[in-house]
C-alpha cells in the first residue's frame, strides 16, 4: 500500500506524465497545464546491471513495448538492461514488471527487485516488505552494511517449469558442453567450464540463447568453479546481451553448481560488477547485494511524442 502522503505526492509528480501505445495518447497527457513536461523515471544499477524504472503506483497509461525499446537505446535513449515498472498493489507493497532491451518481457529480474526494493523501504522508513511479480511474491529486507537482500523463491528444475522443449534430465542437458538447465521465474542454461575469461561471450551467448530446447529463449551463464564456495560467473542475457551482473543468472549458476555438487549451496558469485552472495535455503534461493540509485529524470514531450 502506498502511504497517503507519498501517494498524493506520486499523484501530483505523474498526473500528466502518462504513456500509452500511440503519439496521440502522449500528447494528450502532456497538455494539461502541468509542470512536468514528460515522464519521470529513475535510473538505478546493481553492480552495473542498470535499470530504468518507472513508477506508476499513481496510475496512468500502461508501459508499452515501444517505449521500452526506444528508451533501451544507449544512444538516442536512456540505456538500461532491464526497465522496470512499479504498480500499486493490494496483497503486496508494490507489484513489479519487467522488459528485457528488446522489449520483451521477463517474469523476474533479482537486481532491479532489489535495487527498488530499497528504494521503496527507504521511502516507507521499513526494513522489510514483499514485492509482488510474475515469479510471485518475494521477500526483500535489509541486510546491513547498505545490502539488500531478495528471497527469488525455489528454483523450478522440472524439464516443464524451466520450461524446456521436451522431457530430459535438466541437470545434465544432451547439449555439447553438458550444461544445467533452472527455471528462476525465466529459463537458464548454465555451462562449467576451466577459464570463463576464455569464452567468446557475445558468440557463445547468442548461439544458445535460442537453442530450440528452450521454447521461450534463455539466459546463458558460463560458470568457473573457484573453490566449495565461490565462482566465476559471466551473463548473457535473453533479450538483451552481455551484462555486468544479473541477479537471476547468479542464483541460476548457483543452484546449478550445488545440483552437480561442485559447490555448497550458499556461495559468492564473482561477476563482471562486483560480488552477489547467494544463499540456497529451505525457504528458497536468497540473494544480496549492493543497490544504487543514480538520477532521475524526466523523458521530454519531444522524445515521447516521437514514438510511433
Same mark, same amino acid.
Given at each position: 500500500?502506498?502511504?497517503?502522503?507519498?501517494?498524493?505526492?506520486?499523484?501530483?509528480?505523474?498526473?500528466?506524465?502518462?504513456?500509452?501505445?500511440?503519439?496521440?495518447?502522449?500528447?494528450?497527457?502532456?497538455?494539461?497545464?502541468?509542470?512536468?513536461?514528460?515522464?519521470?523515471?529513475?535510473?538505478?544499477?546493481?553492480?552495473?546491471?542498470?535499470?530504468?524504472?518507472?513508477?506508476?503506483?499513481?496510475g496512468?497509461?500502461?508501459?508499452?513495448?515501444?517505449?521500452?525499446?526506444?528508451?533501451?537505446d544507449?544512444?538516442?535513449?536512456?540505456?538500461?538492461?532491464?526497465? !522496470?515498472?512499479?504498480?500499486? *498493489?493490494?496483497?503486496?507493497?508494490? =507489484? @513489479? #514488471?519487467?522488459?528485457?532491451?528488446? %522489449?520483451? +518481457?521477463? &517474469?523476474?529480474?533479482?537486481?532491479?527487485?532489489?535495487?527498488? !526494493?530499497?528504494?521503496?523501504? *527507504?521511502?516507507?522508513?521499513?526494513? =522489510? @516488505? #514483499?514485492?509482488?511479480?510474475e515469479? %510471485?511474491? +518475494?521477500? &526483500?529486507?535489509?541486510?546491513?552494511?547498505g545490502?539488500?537482500?531478495?528471497?527469488?523463491?525455489?528454483?523450478?528444475?522440472?524439464?516443464?517449469?524451466?520450461?524446456?522443449?521436451?522431457?530430459?534430465?535438466?541437470d545434465?542437458l544432451?547439449?555439447?558442453?553438458?550444461?544445467?538447465?533452472t527455471?528462476?521465474?525465466?529459463?537458464?542454461?548454465?555451462?562449467?567450464?576451466?577459464d570463463?575469461?576464455?569464452?567468446?561471450?557475445?558468440?557463445?551467448?547468442?548461439?544458445?540463447?535460442?537453442?530450440?530446447?528452450?521454447?521461450?529463449?534463455?539466459?546463458?551463464?558460463?560458470?568457473?568453479?573457484?573453490?566449495?564456495?565461490?565462482?566465476?560467473?559471466?551473463?548473457?542475457?535473453?533479450?538483451?546481451?552481455?551484462?555486468?551482473?544479473?541477479?537471476?543468472?547468479?542464483?541460476?549458476?548457483?543452484?546449478?553448481?550445488?545440483?552437480?555438487?561442485?559447490?555448497?549451496?550458499?556461495?559468492?558469485?564473482?561477476?563482471?560488477?562486483?560480488?552477489?552472495?547467494?544463499?540456497?535455503?529451505?525457504?528458497?534461493?536468497?540473494?544480496?547485494?549492493?543497490?544504487?540509485?543514480?538520477?532521475?529524470?524526466?523523458?521530454?514531450?519531444?522524445?515521447?511524442?516521437?514514438?510511433?
Open positions: 500500500m502506498v502511504p497517503g502522503g507519498v501517494k498524493r505526492v506520486l499523484e501530483e509528480k505523474f498526473r500528466n506524465s502518462f504513456i500509452g501505445s500511440g503519439r496521440g495518447i502522449y500528447a494528450a497527457a502532456m497538455t494539461q497545464g502541468d509542470t512536468y513536461d514528460g515522464l519521470a523515471f529513475m535510473k538505478m544499477h546493481g553492480l552495473g546491471n542498470d535499470f530504468v524504472v518507472i513508477d506508476r503506483r499513481a496512468g497509461q500502461p508501459v508499452t513495448a515501444a517505449l521500452a525499446r526506444a528508451l533501451a544507449r544512444h538516442r535513449g536512456v540505456g538500461f538492461d532491464q526497465l !522496470a515498472v512499479i504498480e500499486a *498493489d493490494t496483497q503486496a507493497d508494490a =507489484a @513489479l #514488471t519487467f522488459f528485457n532491451a528488446d %522489449g520483451s +518481457l521477463s &517474469a523476474t529480474c533479482g537486481n532491479a527487485t532489489r535495487c527498488i !526494493a530499497r528504494h521503496l523501504m *527507504d521511502e516507507s522508513g521499513t526494513t =522489510a @516488505l #514483499t514485492l509482488r511479480t515469479r %510471485g511474491g +518475494l521477500r &526483500a529486507e535489509d541486510a546491513g552494511d545490502l539488500t537482500s531478495v528471497n527469488m523463491g525455489h528454483p523450478l528444475v522440472d524439464w516443464k517449469s524451466v520450461p524446456l522443449s521436451q522431457d530430459v534430465e535438466t545434465r544432451p547439449i555439447e558442453g553438458v550444461p544445467v538447465a527455471g528462476m521465474g525465466n529459463p537458464h542454461c548454465t555451462f562449467f567450464v576451466d570463463a575469461e576464455a569464452v567468446d561471450l557475445p558468440t557463445f551467448g547468442s548461439r544458445y540463447e535460442t537453442h530450440p530446447l528452450f521454447p521461450e529463449r534463455t539466459n546463458v551463464e558460463v560458470v568457473q568453479v573457484l573453490s566449495p564456495r565461490a565462482i566465476r560467473l559471466r551473463i548473457w542475457e535473453r533479450g538483451t546481451g552481455v551484462t555486468l551482473a544479473s541477479g537471476s543468472c547468479s542464483c541460476a549458476a548457483a543452484v546449478a553448481a550445488a545440483r552437480r555438487g561442485l559447490t555448497e549451496r550458499r556461495v559468492s558469485v564473482q561477476v563482471d560488477g562486483g560480488t552477489l552472495h547467494i544463499d540456497w535455503r529451505e525457504d528458497g534461493v536468497w540473494m544480496t547485494g549492493p543497490t544504487a540509485h543514480v538520477f532521475t529524470g524526466t523523458l521530454t514531450r519531444a522524445f515521447l511524442e516521437g514514438l510511433a
